[in-house]
């Protein structure tokens, strides 16, 4: 059976339907009804990457990785590493969503419509009305994300919003 793929080698999810067949895919909708979400930020590295940047050994960096995975801080994989939502809570720090609206001034739209691209956001949505994007990040990343907007040239306004607790998934 041929794949279609993208730039980077993968299938493309339409490829990827096509090849499974249709109890795979119920088996999938039932799995992913049964899910619990689970929010986790990765990084993308190998671990002889990631003990050189901590100045330790690779040995001595999969030691902890193994106690980290153990707790359910972290999930490991081939050149990355998940750190989830119970991580944060150990860390004391909050992974509610927060929602950033950025008015920007009409020349500059395309510019900063790019760089927020670079920005640790996981949505942003050009909109009409009287903010021109709605960036989606997680409040950890806000003080990032508001220096930098800061500091864009054409970014006229900002308000951000925190979410207190989810009503509904």
Not at 112 to 126: F, G, N, S, T, W
Request: aromatic residues 6%; charged residues 30%.
């Amino acid at each position: 059976m041929s794949s279609i793929t993208t730039s980077s080698g993968e299938s493309t999810p339409a490829e990827i339907e096509r090849q499974l067949t249709e109890r795979q895919l119920q088996v999938l909708q039932y799995l992913l009804k049964k899910a619990v979400p689970l929010k986790v930020y990765t990084v993308y590295a190998d671990q002889d990457e990631l003990a050189r940047e901590l100045g330790m050994t690779r040995q001595a960096l999969s030691v902890h990785l193994k106690k980290l995975k153990d707790f359910g801080l972290i999930r490991t994989g081939r050149e990355f590493v998940d750190v989830t939502d119970k991580a944060l809570k150990v860390l004391r720090m909050s992974s509610n969503e927060a929602i950033i609206l950025v008015k920007v001034q009409p020349r500059y739209r395309t510019i900063i419509y790019e760089k927020v691209k670079e920005l640790p956001i996981e949505k942003a949505y050009r909109v009409s009305g009287d903010y021109d994007l709605i960036l989606i990040t997680r409040e950890v990343n806000v003080n990032d994300i508001l220096r930098v907007l800061s500091m864009m040239e054409g970014v006229e306004d900002t308000k951000t919003f925190i979410s207190l607790e989810t009503l509904r998934e």
